[in-house]
């Protein structure tokens, strides 16, 4: 059995530059975005798959 993909959620600041970073280990893009859009606070995130965007995620304002 494989190992689930390991997905990056990015926290982009004001400057639009990489915040933070978290490692998440899920079973699909669905998965890995409900939980991206709980890191998304106050600013938008943006989700990867290795090298593959998966979304990016803006906050409401």
Known sequence: MADPPVYRVYVIGDDGHIKTRFDIDSVSDDDARAYAELLMVDR????????????RLEPER
Do not use: D, Q, Y
């Open 44 to 55: 938008p995130v943006e989700l990867w798959c290795g090298i593959r965007k998966v979304a």
